[in-house]
Protein backbone atom coordinates (compact mmCIF):
# COMPACT_ATOMS: atom_id res chain seq x y z
CA UNK A 1 0.00 0.00 0.00
CA UNK A 2 1.02 3.52 0.60
CA UNK A 3 2.30 3.48 4.22
CA UNK A 4 4.96 0.40 5.61
CA UNK A 5 3.37 -1.44 8.03
CA UNK A 6 3.43 0.50 11.32
CA UNK A 7 4.20 3.83 9.32
CA UNK A 8 1.64 6.24 9.54
CA UNK A 9 0.97 8.41 6.10
CA UNK A 10 2.33 11.48 7.40
CA UNK A 11 5.78 9.72 8.49
CA UNK A 12 6.37 8.38 4.98
CA UNK A 13 9.52 9.61 3.36
CA UNK A 14 10.45 10.20 -0.58
CA UNK A 15 8.25 10.89 -3.49
CA UNK A 16 4.96 9.21 -4.59
CA UNK A 17 4.55 9.57 -8.69
CA UNK A 18 0.84 10.24 -10.16
CA UNK A 19 0.99 9.37 -13.45
CA UNK A 20 -1.88 10.72 -15.92
CA UNK A 21 -3.19 13.94 -14.74
CA UNK A 22 -7.14 13.09 -15.19
CA UNK A 23 -9.67 13.40 -11.74
CA UNK A 24 -8.32 10.79 -10.60
CA UNK A 25 -5.17 11.93 -11.03
CA UNK A 26 -5.77 15.48 -9.84
CA UNK A 27 -7.52 14.58 -6.91
CA UNK A 28 -5.24 11.97 -5.46
CA UNK A 29 -2.14 14.43 -6.23
CA UNK A 30 -3.98 17.05 -4.22
CA UNK A 31 -4.67 14.86 -0.92
CA UNK A 32 -1.33 13.29 -1.44
CA UNK A 33 -0.04 16.88 -1.21
CA UNK A 34 -2.60 18.12 1.56
CA UNK A 35 -1.20 14.94 3.96
CA UNK A 36 1.97 15.96 3.82
CA UNK A 37 3.56 14.07 0.79
CA UNK A 38 6.11 15.28 -1.79
CA UNK A 39 4.53 14.40 -4.85
CA UNK A 40 5.83 14.38 -8.69
CA UNK A 41 2.82 14.39 -11.03
CA UNK A 42 3.49 14.38 -14.99
CA UNK A 43 0.70 13.27 -17.93
CA UNK A 44 1.93 12.84 -21.90
CA UNK A 45 -0.93 15.82 -22.46
CA UNK A 46 -0.32 19.76 -23.08
CA UNK A 47 -4.01 21.16 -23.42
CA UNK A 48 -5.19 24.03 -21.83
CA UNK A 49 -6.87 22.04 -19.24
CA UNK A 50 -4.30 20.07 -18.27
CA UNK A 51 -1.67 23.36 -17.84
CA UNK A 52 -4.24 25.10 -15.96
CA UNK A 53 -4.49 22.12 -13.53
CA UNK A 54 -0.57 21.91 -13.34
CA UNK A 55 -1.07 25.25 -11.97
CA UNK A 56 -3.14 24.61 -9.62
CA UNK A 57 -1.33 21.51 -8.29
CA UNK A 58 2.06 23.48 -8.21
CA UNK A 59 0.00 26.02 -6.04
CA UNK A 60 -0.25 23.08 -3.16
CA UNK A 61 3.39 22.35 -3.31
CA UNK A 62 3.24 19.54 -6.44
CA UNK A 63 5.63 19.37 -8.77
CA UNK A 64 4.25 18.84 -12.25
CA UNK A 65 5.10 17.99 -15.87
CA UNK A 66 2.92 18.17 -18.89
CA UNK A 67 3.40 17.17 -21.93
CA UNK A 68 5.97 14.84 -20.94
CA UNK A 69 7.14 12.26 -17.74
CA UNK A 70 10.74 12.45 -16.18
CA UNK A 71 10.70 8.46 -16.44
CA UNK A 72 14.33 8.92 -13.99
CA UNK A 73 12.00 10.64 -11.67
CA UNK A 74 9.25 7.59 -11.75
CA UNK A 75 11.66 5.20 -10.83
CA UNK A 76 13.21 6.72 -7.50
CA UNK A 77 9.61 6.94 -6.61
CA UNK A 78 8.34 5.24 -3.36
CA UNK A 79 5.36 4.59 -4.73
CA UNK A 80 3.48 5.41 -8.36
CA UNK A 81 -0.17 6.35 -8.72
CA UNK A 82 -1.58 5.58 -11.80
CA UNK A 83 -4.99 6.60 -13.57
CA UNK A 84 -7.06 4.02 -15.18
CA UNK A 85 -6.79 5.77 -17.92
CA UNK A 86 -3.06 4.94 -18.69
CA UNK A 87 -2.40 1.27 -19.99
CA UNK A 88 0.01 -0.59 -18.57
CA UNK A 89 1.97 -0.47 -21.58
CA UNK A 90 2.41 3.23 -20.98
CA UNK A 91 6.53 4.16 -20.94
CA UNK A 92 6.01 6.07 -16.91
CA UNK A 93 3.95 2.68 -15.98
CA UNK A 94 6.58 -0.02 -17.38
CA UNK A 95 9.71 2.67 -15.69
CA UNK A 96 8.05 2.02 -12.31
CA UNK A 97 7.81 -1.92 -12.68
CA UNK A 98 11.01 -1.57 -13.77
CA UNK A 99 12.56 -0.14 -10.68
CA UNK A 100 10.69 -2.54 -8.87
CA UNK A 101 8.15 0.62 -7.73
CA UNK A 102 4.89 -0.63 -6.29
CA UNK A 103 2.16 0.40 -8.63
CA UNK A 104 -1.38 1.05 -6.90
CA UNK A 105 -4.28 2.80 -7.94
CA UNK A 106 -6.03 6.48 -6.74
CA UNK A 107 -9.13 4.24 -5.50
CA UNK A 108 -5.87 2.53 -2.79
CA UNK A 109 -4.40 5.86 -1.89
CA UNK A 110 -8.00 7.43 -0.96
CA UNK A 111 -8.92 4.02 0.91
CA UNK A 112 -6.02 4.56 3.76
CA UNK A 113 -7.12 8.06 4.02
CA UNK A 114 -10.85 6.86 4.77
CA UNK A 115 -10.12 4.27 7.57
CA UNK A 116 -13.57 2.83 8.28
CA UNK A 117 -15.32 4.10 5.14
CA UNK A 118 -18.73 1.83 4.79
CA UNK A 119 -18.86 0.74 0.98
CA UNK A 120 -20.83 -1.62 -1.37
CA UNK A 121 -18.16 -2.28 -4.12
CA UNK A 122 -20.08 -2.38 -7.50
CA UNK A 123 -18.03 -4.07 -10.74
CA UNK A 124 -18.86 -6.16 -13.79
CA UNK A 125 -18.62 -5.88 -18.09
CA UNK A 126 -22.29 -3.54 -18.57
CA UNK A 127 -24.67 -2.24 -15.87
CA UNK A 128 -22.26 -1.31 -13.23
CA UNK A 129 -22.61 2.43 -13.23
CA UNK A 130 -26.85 2.24 -13.52
CA UNK A 131 -26.06 -0.37 -10.08
CA UNK A 132 -24.01 2.30 -8.76
CA UNK A 133 -26.20 4.92 -9.20
CA UNK A 134 -28.59 2.63 -7.77
CA UNK A 135 -27.18 1.82 -4.83
CA UNK A 136 -26.63 5.21 -4.30
CA UNK A 137 -29.93 6.32 -4.27
CA UNK A 138 -31.32 3.42 -2.17
CA UNK A 139 -29.18 4.15 0.83
CA UNK A 140 -30.10 7.75 0.41
CA UNK A 141 -33.67 6.61 0.26
CA UNK A 142 -32.92 4.88 3.59
CA UNK A 143 -31.93 8.40 5.10
CA UNK A 144 -28.09 7.47 4.72
CA UNK A 145 -25.81 10.05 3.68
CA UNK A 146 -24.58 8.50 0.48
CA UNK A 147 -22.35 8.95 -2.59
CA UNK A 148 -21.58 7.43 -6.31
CA UNK A 149 -17.93 7.36 -6.54
CA UNK A 150 -14.93 5.80 -8.57
CA UNK A 151 -15.07 4.65 -11.92
CA UNK A 152 -18.94 6.56 -12.23
CA UNK A 153 -17.21 9.60 -12.74
CA UNK A 154 -16.52 10.94 -9.10
CA UNK A 155 -12.68 10.37 -7.84
CA UNK A 156 -12.42 8.47 -4.32
CA UNK A 157 -9.76 10.91 -3.46
CA UNK A 158 -12.29 13.60 -3.53
CA UNK A 159 -14.43 12.31 -1.25
CA UNK A 160 -11.01 11.55 1.33
CA UNK A 161 -10.60 15.65 1.00
CA UNK A 162 -13.72 16.33 2.49
CA UNK A 163 -13.81 17.04 6.32
CA UNK A 164 -16.35 14.83 6.78
CA UNK A 165 -17.14 11.48 4.70
CA UNK A 166 -20.47 10.19 3.72
CA UNK A 167 -21.93 7.38 6.12
CA UNK A 168 -22.25 4.96 2.56
CA UNK A 169 -19.89 5.27 -0.73
CA UNK A 170 -21.20 2.97 -3.80
CA UNK A 171 -18.14 2.37 -5.45
CA UNK A 172 -18.01 1.65 -9.08
CA UNK A 173 -14.64 -0.23 -9.80
CA UNK A 174 -13.51 -0.97 -13.20
CA UNK A 175 -10.75 -4.25 -14.28
CA UNK A 176 -8.03 -1.15 -14.35
CA UNK A 177 -8.64 0.28 -10.85
CA UNK A 178 -9.16 -3.41 -9.74
CA UNK A 179 -5.64 -4.36 -10.85
CA UNK A 180 -4.24 -1.56 -8.78
CA UNK A 181 -6.04 -2.16 -5.30
CA UNK A 182 -4.97 -4.84 -3.17
CA UNK A 183 -6.63 -3.44 0.06
CA UNK A 184 -10.18 -3.67 -1.38
CA UNK A 185 -12.63 -5.23 1.42
CA UNK A 186 -16.22 -4.01 0.78
CA UNK A 187 -19.37 -4.49 3.60
CA UNK A 188 -20.45 -5.83 0.37
CA UNK A 189 -19.64 -6.96 -3.39
CA UNK A 190 -21.10 -6.90 -6.70
CA UNK A 191 -20.90 -8.55 -9.39
CA UNK A 192 -23.02 -7.59 -12.59
CA UNK A 193 -21.90 -9.46 -15.33
CA UNK A 194 -19.06 -10.68 -17.33
CA UNK A 195 -18.43 -10.67 -21.32
CA UNK A 196 -15.77 -10.30 -23.45
CA UNK A 197 -14.23 -6.36 -23.50
CA UNK A 198 -11.39 -3.78 -23.48
CA UNK A 199 -9.72 -6.96 -25.43
CA UNK A 200 -8.00 -3.81 -27.21
CA UNK A 201 -6.04 -3.34 -23.64
CA UNK A 202 -6.08 -7.14 -22.56
CA UNK A 203 -4.54 -10.31 -24.31
CA UNK A 204 -7.56 -12.37 -23.90
CA UNK A 205 -10.75 -12.38 -22.25
CA UNK A 206 -9.60 -14.55 -19.35
CA UNK A 207 -6.94 -11.88 -17.91
CA UNK A 208 -10.01 -9.25 -18.15
CA UNK A 209 -11.79 -11.78 -16.45
CA UNK A 210 -8.85 -12.46 -13.76
CA UNK A 211 -9.07 -8.52 -12.80
CA UNK A 212 -12.74 -8.38 -12.37
CA UNK A 213 -11.88 -11.52 -10.13
CA UNK A 214 -9.97 -9.03 -7.27
CA UNK A 215 -13.12 -7.76 -6.10
CA UNK A 216 -12.80 -11.09 -3.96
CA UNK A 217 -8.91 -10.93 -3.12
CA UNK A 218 -9.65 -10.39 0.64
CA UNK A 219 -12.75 -12.19 0.80
CA UNK A 220 -13.72 -13.54 3.94
CA UNK A 221 -16.02 -15.28 6.40
CA UNK A 222 -18.40 -11.95 6.92
CA UNK A 223 -17.67 -10.74 3.37
CA UNK A 224 -21.52 -10.34 1.47
CA UNK A 225 -21.41 -11.15 -2.31
CA UNK A 226 -24.37 -9.92 -4.79
CA UNK A 227 -24.02 -12.64 -7.46
CA UNK A 228 -26.08 -12.99 -11.16
CA UNK A 229 -27.59 -16.40 -11.18
CA UNK A 230 -27.95 -15.72 -15.04
CA UNK A 231 -24.04 -15.06 -15.95
CA UNK A 232 -22.47 -18.17 -15.95
CA UNK A 233 -19.49 -16.76 -16.36
CA UNK A 234 -20.11 -14.02 -13.14
CA UNK A 235 -21.40 -17.04 -11.55
CA UNK A 236 -17.93 -18.92 -11.71
CA UNK A 237 -15.68 -16.42 -10.85
CA UNK A 238 -17.84 -15.73 -7.73
CA UNK A 239 -18.05 -19.24 -6.48
CA UNK A 240 -14.61 -20.01 -5.16
CA UNK A 241 -14.89 -16.39 -2.62
CA UNK A 242 -15.15 -16.80 0.78
CA UNK A 243 -17.85 -15.26 2.70
CA UNK A 244 -22.06 -15.34 1.88
CA UNK A 245 -23.80 -15.31 -1.44
CA UNK A 246 -26.97 -14.09 -2.24
CA UNK A 247 -28.30 -13.79 -6.05
CA UNK A 248 -30.37 -11.86 -8.48
CA UNK A 249 -32.53 -13.75 -11.57
CA UNK A 250 -34.74 -12.41 -13.80
CA UNK A 251 -35.91 -16.33 -14.66
CA UNK A 252 -36.61 -16.34 -10.63
CA UNK A 253 -35.45 -19.93 -8.95
CA UNK A 254 -34.36 -19.94 -5.65
CA UNK A 255 -32.48 -16.14 -6.29
CA UNK A 256 -32.60 -14.13 -3.03
CA UNK A 257 -33.74 -11.42 -5.44
CA UNK A 258 -36.09 -12.01 -9.03
CA UNK A 259 -38.37 -11.24 -11.64
CA UNK A 260 -41.79 -12.78 -11.91
CA UNK A 261 -42.60 -12.54 -15.26
CA UNK A 262 -45.94 -13.82 -14.69
CA UNK A 263 -46.90 -11.18 -12.15
CA UNK A 264 -44.26 -8.71 -13.85
CA UNK A 265 -43.42 -8.13 -10.45
CA UNK A 266 -39.29 -7.46 -8.78
CA UNK A 267 -39.74 -10.11 -5.79
CA UNK A 268 -37.30 -9.44 -3.06
CA UNK A 269 -36.65 -12.42 -0.23
CA UNK A 270 -40.05 -13.97 -1.54
CA UNK A 271 -41.88 -10.77 -1.19
CA UNK A 272 -43.47 -8.19 -4.08
CA UNK A 273 -41.36 -5.33 -4.36
CA UNK A 274 -42.61 -3.42 -6.76
CA UNK A 275 -44.47 -3.66 -10.23
CA UNK A 276 -42.46 -3.73 -13.61
CA UNK A 277 -44.08 -0.80 -14.58
CA UNK A 278 -43.29 1.07 -11.53
CA UNK A 279 -39.84 1.23 -12.06
CA UNK A 280 -38.70 3.94 -14.89
CA UNK A 281 -35.59 2.02 -16.77
CA UNK A 282 -35.80 1.17 -19.59
CA UNK A 283 -34.85 -2.29 -20.84
CA UNK A 284 -34.46 -6.27 -18.73
CA UNK A 285 -30.95 -5.09 -18.02
CA UNK A 286 -32.23 -2.32 -15.66
CA UNK A 287 -34.60 -4.56 -13.90
CA UNK A 288 -31.03 -7.21 -12.88
CA UNK A 289 -29.43 -4.12 -12.12
CA UNK A 290 -32.23 -2.78 -9.67
CA UNK A 291 -32.38 -6.28 -7.94
CA UNK A 292 -28.78 -6.39 -7.46
CA UNK A 293 -28.48 -2.99 -5.93
CA UNK A 294 -32.23 -3.79 -3.82
CA UNK A 295 -30.28 -7.05 -2.27
CA UNK A 296 -26.90 -5.14 -2.06
CA UNK A 297 -28.08 -2.49 -0.46
CA UNK A 298 -30.75 -4.86 1.90
CA UNK A 299 -28.22 -7.01 3.14
CA UNK A 300 -25.73 -4.42 3.81
CA UNK A 301 -26.76 -4.05 7.22
CA UNK A 302 -29.24 -6.15 9.45
CA UNK A 303 -31.08 -3.24 9.87
CA UNK A 304 -32.34 -3.00 6.28
CA UNK A 305 -34.30 -6.25 6.23
CA UNK A 306 -37.25 -4.75 8.03
CA UNK A 307 -40.66 -4.74 5.87
CA UNK A 308 -40.42 -0.67 6.47
CA UNK A 309 -37.05 0.06 5.06
CA UNK A 310 -37.92 -2.50 2.04
CA UNK A 311 -40.35 0.06 1.60
CA UNK A 312 -38.30 2.47 1.41
CA UNK A 313 -36.18 0.66 -0.86
CA UNK A 314 -39.30 0.28 -3.38
CA UNK A 315 -39.85 3.99 -3.00
CA UNK A 316 -36.35 4.29 -4.04
CA UNK A 317 -36.66 2.14 -6.75
CA UNK A 318 -39.92 4.50 -7.99
CA UNK A 319 -37.91 7.96 -8.18
CA UNK A 320 -35.07 6.56 -9.86
CA UNK A 321 -34.21 7.97 -12.98
CA UNK A 322 -31.43 7.07 -16.05
CA UNK A 323 -28.35 7.91 -16.16
CA UNK A 324 -26.79 10.60 -18.77
CA UNK A 325 -25.91 8.70 -21.43
CA UNK A 326 -26.97 5.22 -20.30
CA UNK A 327 -30.51 4.27 -22.12
CA UNK A 328 -31.35 7.97 -21.99
CA UNK A 329 -34.52 9.08 -23.92
CA UNK A 330 -33.44 12.83 -24.85
CA UNK A 331 -36.77 13.20 -26.67
CA UNK A 332 -39.54 12.83 -29.18
CA UNK A 333 -39.68 15.04 -32.29
CA UNK A 334 -42.21 14.14 -34.59
CA UNK A 335 -43.28 10.88 -33.08
CA UNK A 336 -39.83 9.08 -33.64
CA UNK A 337 -38.12 8.28 -29.74
CA UNK A 338 -34.64 9.35 -29.96
CA UNK A 339 -32.17 7.08 -27.08
CA UNK A 340 -28.83 8.27 -25.93
CA UNK A 341 -26.98 4.62 -24.98
CA UNK A 342 -23.61 6.52 -25.38
CA UNK A 343 -22.02 4.69 -22.80
CA UNK A 344 -22.46 1.27 -24.52
CA UNK A 345 -19.16 1.44 -25.60
CA UNK A 346 -19.06 -2.76 -26.28
CA UNK A 347 -20.74 -5.16 -28.07
CA UNK A 348 -22.06 -7.08 -25.04
CA UNK A 349 -23.52 -4.03 -23.82
CA UNK A 350 -25.34 -2.83 -26.94
CA UNK A 351 -26.81 -6.18 -27.31
CA UNK A 352 -28.37 -5.85 -24.33
CA UNK A 353 -29.41 -2.58 -25.72
CA UNK A 354 -30.98 -3.57 -28.83
CA UNK A 355 -32.73 -6.64 -27.52
CA UNK A 356 -34.92 -4.53 -25.48
CA UNK A 357 -36.38 -2.08 -28.48
CA UNK A 358 -39.90 -2.75 -29.56
CA UNK A 359 -39.94 -0.06 -32.49
CA UNK A 360 -38.66 -0.06 -35.96
CA UNK A 361 -35.35 1.25 -34.91
CA UNK A 362 -32.53 3.22 -36.78
CA UNK A 363 -29.22 2.22 -35.07
CA UNK A 364 -25.85 3.99 -34.94
CA UNK A 365 -22.73 1.35 -34.89
CA UNK A 366 -19.40 2.90 -34.94
CA UNK A 367 -16.46 4.75 -33.52
CA UNK A 368 -12.82 3.13 -32.05
CA UNK A 369 -12.73 -0.53 -32.63
CA UNK A 370 -12.42 -2.52 -29.26
CA UNK A 371 -11.83 -5.96 -30.60
CA UNK A 372 -14.75 -7.45 -30.45
CA UNK A 373 -16.49 -8.91 -33.28
CA UNK A 374 -20.09 -7.12 -34.39
CA UNK A 375 -21.84 -10.44 -35.61
CA UNK A 376 -23.58 -11.06 -31.83
CA UNK A 377 -25.68 -8.09 -32.82
CA UNK A 378 -27.48 -9.50 -35.90
CA UNK A 379 -30.22 -11.40 -34.28
CA UNK A 380 -31.69 -8.26 -32.62
CA UNK A 381 -30.73 -6.15 -35.30
CA UNK A 382 -32.34 -8.64 -38.14
CA UNK A 383 -35.93 -8.45 -35.57
CA UNK A 384 -36.09 -4.57 -35.28
CA UNK A 385 -33.06 -2.90 -37.27
CA UNK A 386 -35.02 -0.32 -39.51
CA UNK A 387 -31.38 0.47 -40.59
CA UNK A 388 -27.88 0.36 -39.51
CA UNK A 389 -25.59 3.08 -39.75
CA UNK A 390 -21.83 1.86 -39.21
CA UNK A 391 -19.82 4.95 -39.13
CA UNK A 392 -16.26 5.68 -37.93
CA UNK A 393 -13.27 3.74 -37.63
CA UNK A 394 -14.55 0.46 -37.40
CA UNK A 395 -17.25 1.03 -40.18
CA UNK A 396 -15.47 -1.25 -42.32
CA UNK A 397 -15.31 -3.96 -39.57
CA UNK A 398 -19.20 -3.34 -38.90
CA UNK A 399 -20.20 -3.69 -42.52
CA UNK A 400 -17.98 -6.89 -42.80
CA UNK A 401 -19.59 -8.63 -39.42
CA UNK A 402 -23.07 -7.45 -40.63
CA UNK A 403 -23.50 -6.61 -44.25
CA UNK A 404 -25.84 -8.62 -46.11
CA UNK A 405 -27.24 -9.93 -42.67
CA UNK A 406 -29.69 -7.08 -41.35
CA UNK A 407 -30.13 -3.37 -43.48
CA UNK A 408 -26.87 -1.62 -43.48
CA UNK A 409 -24.86 1.31 -44.74
CA UNK A 410 -21.94 2.70 -44.05
CA UNK A 411 -21.07 6.37 -43.36
CA UNK A 412 -17.58 8.08 -42.32
CA UNK A 413 -16.66 10.08 -39.64
CA UNK A 414 -18.78 13.23 -40.03
CA UNK A 415 -21.17 12.87 -36.97
CA UNK A 416 -23.29 15.23 -38.57
CA UNK A 417 -23.69 13.41 -41.56
CA UNK A 418 -25.08 10.13 -39.74
CA UNK A 419 -27.72 12.23 -37.75
CA UNK A 420 -28.96 13.85 -40.87
CA UNK A 421 -29.19 10.05 -42.22
CA UNK A 422 -30.54 8.94 -39.10
CA UNK A 423 -33.46 11.83 -39.67
CA UNK A 424 -34.43 10.96 -43.34
CA UNK A 425 -35.04 7.61 -42.97
CA UNK A 426 -37.29 7.67 -39.72
CA UNK A 427 -41.04 8.57 -39.52
CA UNK A 428 -44.08 8.22 -36.26
CA UNK A 429 -43.45 5.46 -34.42
CA UNK A 430 -39.78 4.51 -35.11
CA UNK A 431 -36.94 5.54 -32.99
CA UNK A 432 -33.26 6.52 -33.19
CA UNK A 433 -30.50 4.37 -30.67
CA UNK A 434 -27.07 5.67 -30.55
CA UNK A 435 -25.49 2.29 -28.84
CA UNK A 436 -22.58 2.14 -30.44
CA UNK A 437 -20.35 -1.10 -29.33
CA UNK A 438 -17.10 1.39 -29.73
CA UNK A 439 -15.38 3.53 -27.90
CA UNK A 440 -16.05 7.11 -28.90
CA UNK A 441 -12.11 8.31 -29.38
CA UNK A 442 -11.96 8.50 -32.88
CA UNK A 443 -14.32 11.54 -33.12
CA UNK A 444 -15.06 12.61 -29.38
CA UNK A 445 -13.04 13.17 -26.38
CA UNK A 446 -15.16 10.76 -23.97
CA UNK A 447 -18.52 8.59 -24.83
CA UNK A 448 -20.65 11.89 -22.92
CA UNK A 449 -19.59 14.21 -25.62
CA UNK A 450 -20.99 11.47 -28.49
CA UNK A 451 -23.76 11.55 -26.50
CA UNK A 452 -24.50 14.79 -25.66
CA UNK A 453 -23.92 15.39 -29.69
CA UNK A 454 -26.45 13.46 -30.17
CA UNK A 455 -28.69 15.17 -27.82
CA UNK A 456 -28.91 18.15 -29.67
CA UNK A 457 -28.44 16.86 -33.29
CA UNK A 458 -31.78 15.05 -32.52
CA UNK A 459 -33.51 18.26 -31.67
CA UNK A 460 -32.27 19.44 -34.56
CA UNK A 461 -29.79 21.49 -33.22
Known sequence: MIAAAGETAGEMAGETAVIGLGASGRSVAALLAREGQRVYASDSGATAGLVQAAEELRALGVAVD?????????GRARTAVVSPGVPPTAAPVQAARAAAVPVVSEVEVALAYLPGLRYVAITGTNGKSTTTALVAHLFGALGYDAIAAGNIGLPLAEIALRPTPPQWVALELSSFQLHDTPSLDPAVGVLTNLSPDHLDRYASAASYYADKGRLYANAGDRSIWVDNADDAAASALAAGARGRHVRFSLVGGAADAAYDAERATLMLEGTPLLARSELPLLGDHNVANALAAALAVTRAD???????????????LRSMRALPHRLEVVGEFGGVIWIDDSKATNVSSALVAIRGMTRPTVVLLGGRHKGEPYTALAEPLARVGKRVIAYGEAAPLIERDLGGLVPLERLGSSFEAVMARAHALVGPGDAVLLSPACSSFDMFRNYAERGSTFARLAAGG
Open 302 to 316: AAHETPAMRSRIAAG
Open 66 to 74: TGRHDLSRI
